[in-house]
């Protein structure tokens, strides 16, 4: 599909806690609905790494003492899915109207579409990626906490394991769309900070990750640096989508808004273990 020449924000943000993520996304939300902020895409990073649960995962599901112990951070994401440890990773989000053509119509259709701006930022990385409607991996029934276990419809995999999930949620009128692409590092770390009756369960957790997921440095035998990984997604989306990418920074109201928001929703722990 072709596109009109667009343009679209571009912003690179330092690392920050997941309550700060989380807020600026959803900051980011409010201003192009209220119409005072263009269509964005957003790359970042977490410090300390951060384990997010999906909207409706109960936190049941985290092992809070094991978290507190390696000083990892916990939040909910407004999107669904389920729990993602987010460290060693280039996390993008993309926040447009739904009248934007690029994100028009249902969630799969916009899923798709924006699929291919991943698929080519990837290729740009020496990876060559895929991004079926439907996937035939073995176990795909299988029920667990941990997002990287099992693409989705669209989502991202190398051969059969899954490189680069995403989630959306829509509001006011705009399309959310967050993802995570892990750099490096074991991808079965996720299983540290879960709750498991027993230690074998917590191992068998741990193979069926490794199964089914992999990283950027696993699949091409070198790492690849945050702002290398950045720079490829950004032409990747510039390209595909016909873009131009305006680097600029959040407005001082989106600061504000995401200041009030990391406080008052995402660190909270009405919001954290609201399941």
């Known amino acids: 599909m072709s596109y009109s ?10 690392p920050a806690e997941g309550a ?19 269509p964005t895409l957003r790359f970042f990073a977490w410090q300390p790494p951060c384990l997010s649960l999906g909207f ?7 092992d809070l003492d094991r978290l507190h112990t390696l000083g990892w951070g916990l939040v909910r994401r407004p999107t669904g899915g389920r729990a993602i440890l987010h460290t060693d990773e280039l996390t993008y989000s993309v926040i447009a109207p739904m009248s934007e053509p690029r994100v028009a119509g249902g969630v799969v ?3 798709r579409r924006l699929s291919q701006g991943l698929l080519r930022g990837l290729d740009r990385l020496g990876l060559c990626a895929q991004a079926d409607k439907t996937y035939d991996l073995p176990g795909r029934d299988a029920q667990g906490a941990v997002c990287f276990e ?4 669209y989502e991202i995999t190398i ?12 509001k006011l009128g705009v399309v959310l769309q967050h993802g995570t692409l892990p750099l490096c590092g074991d991808i079965a770390r996720i299983c540290e900070v879960l709750r498991f009756e027993t230690e074998e369960q917590r ?3 741990r193979a069926r990750v490794v199964q089914r997921a992999t990283t950027v440095e696993a699949v091409r035998g070198r790492p690849a640096a945050w702002l290398e990984a950045a720079q490829a997604m950004a032409e990747g989306f510039s390209e595909t989508l016909n873009l131009t990418l305006d680097e600029g920074a959040l407005t001082p109201a989106e600061v504000m808004a995401a200041g009030q928001l990391s406080a008052e929703k995402y660190a909270s722990t009405t919001w954290s273990n609201k399941n």
């Open 5 to 14: 020449h667009a343009h679209w924000r571009l912003i690179l943000s330092a």
């Open 20 to 38: 700060a993520n989380m807020a600026v996304d959803e900051a980011i939300l409010l201003a192009v609905a209220d119409g005072m902020a263009p």
């Open 56 to 62: 409706s995962q109960p936190q049941a599901d985290v």
């Open 109 to 111: 259709e916009s899923y």
């Open 150 to 153: 099992m693409p989705s419809n």
């Open 159 to 170: 051969g059969d394991k899954k490189l680069l999930g995403s989630a959306q949620t829509r």
């Open 203 to 205: 191992q068998l957790a």
